[in-house]
């Protein structure tokens, strides 16, 4: 059974950065794909950057150049580096590994 825990989320100004971490269960971690998705107010959820098992990264037009995703083998840790974020960035951040989903992280971002 996977299990999923996302952090990082918070409230920050626009320009500012969060950095978000999803660990995940399970020892299959190293082989398939971590995706972050981002899920707005009203709206439905959004693929925002993928990193497969070999370290291939898609990442979604909107954050391209702002935003990063990493991984941690070793730690189980898949991570999402947000820079330079807009107030449109807003939105509850969730982590997918193999249609598991874990329970979401709110990302504010707001003056």
């Known amino acids: 059974q996977v299990r999923i825990v996302e952090s990082g989320g918070g409230l920050v100004q626009p320009g500012g950065s969060l950095r978000l971490s999803c660990v995940v269960s399970?020892?299959?971690?190293?082989?398939?794909?971590v995706r972050w998705y981002r899920q707005c107010p009203g709206e439905q959820r959004d693929l925002v950057a993928e990193?497969?098992?070999?370290?291939?990264?898609i990442y979604a037009d909107s954050v391209k150049g702002r935003f990063t995703i990493s991984r941690d083998n070793a730690k189980y840790t898949a991570y999402l580096q947000m820079n330079s974020l807009k107030p449109e960035d807003t939105g509850v951040y969730y982590c997918?590994?193999?249609?598991?989903w874990g329970q979401g992280t709110q990302v504010t971002v707001s003056s």
């Open positions: 399970g020892s299959l971690f190293s082989i398939y794909a």
């Open positions: 997918n590994f193999i249609q598991n």
């Open positions: 990193i497969t098992g070999g370290g291939a990264r």
